[in-house]
């Protein structure tokens, strides 16, 4: 049995504010191990965003967390907070949705990543060097040039790639890009996700790539997992999960998707929105907007099990082995 | 870089066009109160032919625009008139009078930009803690005190309680006397160092301790407030978390990404008190019996000693819009999207 990298066990997030108790995440749990790209899917707001920040532990201070993290034998979550800025940039470091607001508009991107590297590797002599050595790694031919400019000089691809170069400054073992291709056109979309792909094969660096896009996931992901309502409802290979779908959600996600659909008919959609997660529906989180539900739904909480070696679903009413 | 360059001569067009407009006001204006310049200029017990001599040597005979073409061609000149009181030119009243008030305004000012900065990035990083509290609390009262009380009780506590610091002047009497200070540039500080005169140079730190710092208090109070909510509006930004996520280190976020991007507005408001102290400090400099130009400001007008007026009221100006000028520049400088607008 392989060792996972890092294990996410039973993570509970909540967040207290003058309203109430918004219960963001339950129960969520999920492994990346090393050398993987593991796809986070699921509909804007389902928490997806909020996990990688717990991993990272940059979580708002109203935010209440229960669960383990455990990476590299440790867990993240007893960790004070001067622990934890070590393990960031050095071993775990991110990379965030909209790449014109992650750099800073007052200096030169050059300027930031050679701080990021001095941050990260304290003992290092060659900064510049080092800094327009991964500038070239990155697809930059004129690294000079782009290491003199100003982040408002470049282009959001050009800008998202200096992202990850300096999210690549300490050489982490995992990356969570946190839809890093969401605010990008399709071309330079794709030269993010073969880049992403590249450093996952030159470095080994494990990805932890959220997005809601499920082209992307079939593209890179090896293994992934969905979504719903701060519940993960089905988790597995790709393969699996795209043609052995178990999860009635999954299933409406991948229905609603354009490709391979005929053009003189609307796509079909999964009705209705997200439970208000101040006060979250008993039983499964998903059965108003679900086709199978029955009266077990109502009132139970689904318990993820294994329905192979490797592939889990959280349903009482799961789908038979041959669908689409 | 060409068009920074032509954004800074259309600046300094403009400034001169202020400039011109400022003078021209102040010029009809003092004219148009009621007052008799030559009766000022010769005193009560002159006679009719000394005063009839009087109107013809100020030009009072003539026409008013005539008067203020002469005005103006004397300016280019570099004569700024003849003051009504004390017959001295008023352009060498003014360059004794600027430094001293320039002396302890440049120290108040220095004094607010750091103490400013440290106590608003302090509170932002403690943001609703009692250090906060406690720091927002001395920053309202530092905008909200009167200056002209906070100077007596400075007074009462560090000179009448304390004996500790002089009352007022400039200098004590004994450095007058057996240490006196060759004046070169006016700035007593300066002066005494460049003489080699350290007893003196003591004597005048000691003396500009309490001006300054009630002068600072305004400031201060500013400059906390403006970087505190800048402060924190910036550690929201995305850009700082992305450098938290990615390991940078904490000083590095804190005092280069964060403290660089909530420092503009501060300077900016700096800026404008700093302007506004070279003829505005005259409460400060009348109790601390400061020799300075808001002194010399308030005793031209309740004299209405015009070309007095007009003579600081350009040099008040020039300063505004120099400050000004040099913001923008600094701004530009600080921000490198202003320099690619």
Known sequence: ?324 | MASFKSYLVRRIVLALLVLYFVITITFILSHVVPSDPAELYVGPKATKEQREKAIIELGLDKPLYVQYINYIFGLLKGDLGTSLRAHTPVLHDILVYLPATLEIVVIANIIALFIGILFGTFSALKKDHLEDHLIRFISVGGVSIPSFWFALLTQLIFFGILGILPLDGRLSTETQLFNPIKTITGFYTVDSLLNGNFPAFLDCLRHLILPATVLATYPIGLVTRMVRSMMVEVLNENYIRFAKANGFRENLIYYKYALRNALTPALMALGLSFAYSITGAFLVEVIFSWPGLGTYTVNAILENDYPSILGVTIVGTIFYVAINLLLDILQAYIDPRVRLQ
């Open chain 1, 1 to 324: 049995m392989k060792k996972p990298l890092i294990e996410v066990k039973e993570l509970n997030l909540k967040f207290v504010s003058f309203e109430g108790i918004a219960h963001i995440l339950d129960n969520v749990s999920f492994k990346i191990y090393g050398r993987e790209i593991f796809g986070l899917v699921g509909e804007t707001g389902c928490g997806k965003s909020v996990t990688a920040l717990s991993i990272i532990r940059l979580l708002p201070k109203n935010s209440i967390i229960e669960g383990s993290i455990i990476f590299d034998e440790k867990n993240l979550l007893d960790f004070p907070e001067r622990e934890m800025a070590k393990i960031r940039g050095r071993q775990i470091s991110m990379i965030l949705q909209d790449p014109t607001s992650s750099l800073n508009p007052m200096f030169k991107v050059g300027e930031q990543l050679c701080d990021a590297i001095k941050s990260n590797q304290p003992n290092r002599k060659d900064v510049k060097d080092y800094a327009l050595e991964l500038l070239k790694v990155l697809g930059f031919r004129e690294s000079k040039r782009v290491f003199n400019s100003f982040p408002n000089e470049l282009s959001g691809g050009m800008q998202q790639r200096i992202a990850i170069a300096i999210a690549l400054s300490g050489e982490p073992k995992l990356l969570i890009a946190d839809e890093p291709t969401t605010a990008l056109d399709v071309l330079t979309q794709a030269q993010i996700v073969a880049l992403l792909k590249d450093i996952r094969d030159k470095y080994g660096t494990s990805i932890l790539l959220i997005t809601h896009n499920l082209g992307l996931v079939a593209e890179v992901c090896d293994r992934v997992g969905v979504m719903y309502s701060g519940q993960i409802v089905e988790t597995g290979p790709t393969e699996e999960i795209f043609y052995n779908t178990r999860h009635p959600y999954t299933l409406g996600l991948l229905q609603a998707l354009p490709y391979n659909k005929p053009k003189d008919k609307p796509l079909p959609v999964i009705l209705g929105n997200l439970p208000n997660p101040f006060n979250p529906p008993k039983g499964c989180r998903f059965k108003e907007r679900c086709s199978r539900a029955t009266k077990e739904c109502e009132n139970l909480k689904p318990k993820p099990y294994l329905i192979s070696q490797e592939h889990s679903v959280a349903c009482f009413n799961p789908l038979g082995d041959i669908i689409c």
